[in-house]
């Protein structure tokens, strides 16, 4: 089998492995087609995986080298540019062929924009979706274009997927009351807290799909990212939350998206570099 619409990209320094024989496949996702603010989410998988060259393969806190850890890289999606629709299909091609050559290995994707988030979920068809985010992202259709960044938890939640949502502080009256409707869970970074995170997990039903929008963090974390906002989660918050989600529930696939910029070592794409580390990490411990 050959996998679908890939094109090799700079590689992670340690040591990469063949799917098949694989525990994570990554694949960058470079899309800002419908990007309503900040462009340059297209340079978000080259930018993270450059700065990963900047961090330590052992993780402290794990007890775990990565570098001894089964990682398979297919390279980015070959996007059609300014197309959502048919680069979330290329997507959802790409994902399904490489759950076929090696089914156990766990799917990352890095983003590119939030509308790709649609690819993966799509492909595996997780029976919940977490995701930590400034923005609901619950809207019908925003800028007449049902498939933009700011629609994709809508659309995920129309295939009947539990969701949750982390970190929040920002959205329409018309999102909030389709989370009223839909019965989605969501909790304003203002009162977030780590026992309100597991009191809402602990009842979705697994596999869960994990998303990252990387504008969940405070923005003096993450200044490159499409839609910024102030007031925004610190790092060992999510860490704490996706330690306790990996050792209690049943994880299938994680994201990591909304990652721009125009040059390398920037300090969001550090950020989400520093999470993939620890994302894999924690996984591996399982």
Known sequence: MELLYTYETLKLEFPMTEIEKADFVILGIPFDGTTSYKPGTRFGPTLIR?????????????????????????GDLAIVA????????????????????????????????????????????????IVFDAHLDLREQYEENPW????????????????????????????????????????????YSFERFKEIVRELPDPIYISIDIDVFDLSMVPSTGTPEAGGLGFWEVVEALEWLVRNKEVVGFDIMEVAGM????????????????????????
């Open 50 to 74: 450059q700065a990963t060259l900047n961090l330590e393969s052992y993780i402290l806190d794990y007890d775990i080298d990565l570098a001894e850890v089964r990682i398979a890289d297919v």
């Open 82 to 129: 300014g197309n959502p629709v048919e680069t979330i299909k290329r997507g959802i091609k790409t994902i399904e062929e490489i759950r076929k050559l090696n089914p156990k290995a766990i799917p990352i994707v890095l983003g590119g924009e939030h509308s790709m988030t649609y690819a993966p979920v799509k492909a595996l068809m997780p029976k919940s979706y």
């Open 148 to 191: 933009n960044h700011a629609c994709v938890a809508r659309r995920i939640s129309e295939l009947g997927i539990e969701i949750a949502e982390f970190g929040i502080r920002s959205g329409t009256k018309e999102e909030v009351k389709y989370t009223k409707e839909r019965g989605i869970h969501w909790v304003h970074a203002r009162h």
């Open 263 to 286: 040059e390398l070592g920037d300090v969001t794409a550090l950020t989400a570099a520093k999470l993939l580390f620890y994302l894999m990490g924690m996984i591996s411990m399982r």
